[in-house]
Nanobody
Framework: QVRLVESGGGSMQAGGSLRLSCTVT????????MAWFRQAPGKEREGVAR????????EYADSVKGRFVISQDKAKKTVYLQIKSGNPEDTAMYYC????????????????????????WGRGTQVTVSS
């Protein structure tokens, strides 16, 4: 089993920066993608960014493009989400997710920022951006 643990959440003012971490334990032999999602009260869970682990190919939601960076440290089995410049609209619980190859079938275009694409989830870390 894969276990994901997020850390690094906190509060910041608009324009500030924060780096979230997701540390992975367990059997990751089949893990192909990892991603960050967020969910604000009353809103649907939103895909923020994902990374393909074997080549570090990335994808971002339009709402965070240019402001967030997803990256990995393979040796540490850690995926990061760097919030370079936060907005109040970024306030949410941020969740780390991982996908095994072939989970619920093979990927289709547009699937990699959808929650149902991922089978493993962390408990989340809160990010609050004040104006």
């Amino acid at each position: 089993q894969v276990r994901l643990v997020e850390s690094g959440g906190g509060s910041m003012q608009a324009g500030g920066s924060l780096r979230l971490s997701c540390t992975v334990t367990g059997n990751t032999d089949l893990t192909t993608y990892m991603a960050w999602f967020r969910q604000a009260p009353g809103k649907e869970r939103e895909g923020v960014a994902r990374i393909r682990l074997y080549d570090s190919n990335t994808e971002y939601a339009d709402s965070v493009k240019g402001r967030f960076v997803i990256s990995q440290d393979k040796a540490k089995k850690t995926v990061y989400l760097q919030i370079k410049s936060g907005n109040p609209e970024d306030t949410a619980m941020y969740y780390c997710a991982a996908r095994d190859h072939g989970y619920r079938g093979y990927l289709q275009s547009g699937d990699t920022l959808k929650p149902e694409t991922y089978g493993y989830w962390g408990r989340g870390t809160q990010v609050t951006v004040s104006s």
